[in-house]
């Protein structure tokens, strides 16, 4: 299996650029999460698909952030324009989201990102 | 106040000492809860989940669940320094909703 598969894996950018973050997620898996981790704020959802509809976005921080999901193996992840404050590590990860799989999720290795 | 709580440390211990992690929380819908072990520069991997109160045991490692006080617990025994890691609580409601809610994550550090 090769898990949740992100890129890019660092990013450097300038602030006003569009910066677009890419996911598959593991074969199968039918749920989808995009996640922010900073040293302040910890890790949180950004938002969430299931079978490729988003069923909850509260946590995209503001119109700025964008999330797709075109079919069941590739997501992404856009933000225009970017800001120095949108500097975080940006996780990907996926579940099987059943009652019987209860909430596992699996994590990708992260986007590095950083708006200067 | 955050639905999850957990001390940032960072937690500084000499191998082989026994570790106790905590995590409190406000929700008492809860009724997953998870542990999760990121190592530096990677993402968080699933380390322990329990559905129930109690103690739930693998290996060097216990999860420790007390729903009435909402209080959550991993221990480690016999430290190693590969423990050295950030380990993350999370929380969530089984059925409905995939969410999970973490905890800021405590940094500990397993000195040889």
């Known amino acids: 299996d090769a898990g949740v598969i992100q890129s890019p894996r660092h990013e450097v950018t300038e602030m006003g650029q569009e910066v677009t973050l890419r996911c598959k997620p593991i074969s199968g898996h039918n749920s989808l999460f995009w996640y922010r981790q900073t040293m302040m704020r910890g890790l949180e959802l950004l938002i969430y698909f299931n079978n490729n509809v988003p069923i909850d976005d509260s946590g995209m921080p503001e119109d700025r952030f964008s999330a797709k999901m075109p079919n069941a193996s590739f997501s992404t992840l856009k933000i225009q324009p970017s800001e120095p404050r949108d500097s975080a590590v940006y996780f990907c990860?996926?579940?099987?989201?059943?009652?019987?799989?209860?909430?596992?999720?699996?994590f990708g290795e992260g986007s590095w990102l950083t708006v200067v | 106040q955050k639905e999850v709580e957990q001390d940032p440390g960072p937690l500084s211990v000499p191998e082989g000492a026994i570790v106790s992690l905590n995590c409190t929380y406000s929700?008492?819908?809860?009724?997953?809860f998870m542990w999760y072990r990121q190592y530096s520069r990677k993402g968080p991997e699933l380390l322990m989940y329990t559905y129930s109160s109690g103690n739930k045991e693998d290996g060097r490692f216990t999860a420790q669940v007390d729903k009435s006080s909402k209080y959550i617990s991993l221990f480690i025994r016999d430290s190693q320094p590969s423990d050295s890691a950030t380990y993350l609580c999370a929380m969530g409601v089984i059925q409905g909703a995939q969410k999970l809610v973490f905890g800021q994550g405590t940094r500990l550090t397993i000195n040889p």
């Open positions: 929700n008492s819908a809860f009724q997953y």
């Open positions: 990860a996926s579940s099987l989201g059943n009652r019987f799989s209860g909430n596992t999720i699996y």
